[in-house]
């Protein structure tokens, strides 16, 4: 797998660049943004691991910049911000996953796996439609009544899978198993998500499509 490091700490990099190149990755460093965007828009890579404190724009604006000009590659943030705050605005930043350090070496390779399967699996159909709402998994459009809604990364992620799966059931772990590789505990980031969804699909629009069934999770279905 080509893996992209962007960590400016030396020890910290040269110890991952090991630990990956004996897992047998291919993995490039680079030590600030500058050196990071000149790589990423000229070669493609299978993950992309970004440190958020680094020179030059920080890794949230790096991701941004990232998921603006189109590259889908999975983005792990690595950082020692470890507040819930923080890990919403590296998620809203298009982040596929948040890894705080001091990290478990092995953990840091089995999300690595985990986004990569994710990556290359479960294609969905390009345009699903459940009621008055419409969602496009191409141009990561999203529509009720024909009027768009704007979506952050990872609540356009919890809607495409709730829509592809309208009817079942996902409790917040199996949200937290599909959309970010790994399960949380003892934070809301879920709900957070969930009430953000519903505030822009839900609010303003009729039937309402994301509903709570207490002690058991979330659902997507039309109201009869």
Known sequence: MKILLVEDDTKISSFVKLGLEDCDHNVTVAYDSAMAEKIVFNKPFDVIILDVIIPGISGLELCKKIRNSNIKTPIIMLTSLDTLEDKIAGFDCGADDYLV?????KELVARIKALDRRHTE????????????????????????????????????ILELLVSSAGKVFDRMEIA????????TGTNLIDVHINSLRNKIDKDFSPKLIHTLVGFGYVLREEV
């Open 101 to 105: 350090k001091p990290f478990n070496f």
């Open 122 to 157: 479960n294609i969905i159909a390009p345009i699903q439609k459940i009621a008055n709402l419409e969602i496009d998994s191409i141009t990561k459009k999203v529509k009720r009544n024909d009027q768009e809604i704007k979506l952050t990364a990872k609540e356009f992620a």
């Open 177 to 184: 198993e599909k959309i970010w590789g790994f399960s949380f």
